[in-house]
């Protein structure tokens, strides 16, 4: 059945289990949301490649407040050629890109080649391409270029990994945005430098927002929460806050 014969509703931000409607974006997933509709519209939000860091605590719906306007590009820009990625692509195929899939519904994925990790979305005007690849398989890739990048747990990279991602931003003909989104890093760490307005190594095109565990608390069981909040106060700091710190020791995986 051809896609144009088909309704398809997508519920990116998740469906209630109960009655079956789709969530609304609480205001963070949608202040991102509004940013990148906004670069698509023309609006210059930073003098280079704008990128939008998102620095979260845990099960704050940080991955599908990036993954929601990636897939409104692919399904609204024709011809667009997206790259979802993290450090391994093991590690990106058991999160980001199951949740990906969870989202976009098998019937608007018009080809698919599972040996290059790349999908055919078929939007109302055409067809959006999406890669999926760990960060040392992208160099492998030759020159392709990208109108959009999605970087998955972005405090795992190295600074230079992340230059050479931003380097493939560059499809002409269409607006380009870099979104990351990840855990808060610890003090030091080359995010916080390159974020923070006072340090030497500032980067301006980048657009930090952080968002707390607490602004999706709702849709998190109460016994998660409670486990959460009796966490040592460096580590809520990090984990539940979504500020930048130091830990005294080890890193919780949740």
């Not at 704008?50 to 599908?64: P, S």
């Amino acid at each position: 059945m051809a896609i144009d014969e088909l309704t398809v509703v997508l519920s990116p931000y998740g469906t209630d289990p109960v009655t079956g409607k789709a969530y609304l974006p609480h205001p963070t997933q949608q202040k991102i949301l509004d940013l990148v509709r906004a670069i698509r519209n023309g609006q210059s939000l930073t003098k280079g490649i704008t990128t939008i860091y998102l620095q979260h605590g845990v099960g704050a719906g940080g991955t599908r407040a990036m993954l929601t306007p990636a897939i409104e590009m692919l399904l609204e820009c024709p011809g667009l050629k997206a790259l979802i990625c993290r450090k391994e692509y093991a590690s990106l195929r058991v999160s980001a890109m199951e949740t990906f899939f969870e989202i976009v519904p098998e019937a608007i994925i018009a080809e698919q080649n599972e040996q290059e990790h790349r999908y055919e979305l078929s939007g109302p005007d055409g067809n959006g391409i999406v890669y999926f690849n760990g960060v040392e398989e992208v160099a492998k890739m030759g020159s392709q270029d990208f109108a959009l990048l999605v970087i998955v747990e972005c405090h795992e990279l190295g600074e230079r990994q992340f230059r050479a991602l931003r380097n493939r931003c560059r499809q002409a003909g269409y607006p380009h945005v870099i979104l990351m989104e990840g855990n808060p890093p610890p003090e030091g760490h080359w995010l916080s430098q390159l974020t923070d307005p006072d340090h030497v190594h500032y980067d301006a095109d980048i657009l930090k927002i952080e968002l707390s565990s607490y602004e999706n608390w709702a849709y998190l069981p109460p016994e998660y929460r409670a486990t959460l909040e009796r966490m040592p106060a460096s580590w809520r700091r990090r984990y539940l806050m979504g500020k930048t710190g130091f830990i005294t020791a080890g890193t919780p995986v949740y």
